[in-house]
């Protein structure tokens, strides 16, 4: 099952950005043969600004990331998981490398649980 992930990098080797914070993800699409790559760099408003969630900037981030299965990050609060859930796209909190946290990612949906957490 070919799907996309959004990961939230500020220097596309770490993922190392929090979600509220995040004004630019990088979209990886994962084919069936468990190839990938990344296919574009997507600009968005970032749900958190100075502190305080913007609810509908955080709704419009979802329907952005819609067309992506799983997000990456380093953090994401509950509010903001909850919302990603219902578009229907999983968030998983992890400080590593992406192709690291990918390969990771693919093994976990294989059925194979490595330490990917949240």
Known sequence: MEF?????SLDGVLINQHFGKNREFLIYRIQDNGEYGM???RE???PCQAGQHDG????QAAKELQDCSFVLVAR??????KVLAAHGIKAFE???RIDRAIDKLIKYLNGIKPNLQK
């Open 44 to 46: 968005l408003k970032a």
């Open 56 to 59: 509908d900037a955080l709704v």
């Open 76 to 81: 994401i609060g509950p509010g903001a998981d």
């Open 4 to 8: 996309q992930v959004a990961v939230a």
């Open 39 to 41: 296919v574009e760099t």
């Open 94 to 96: 992890t400080y590593d």
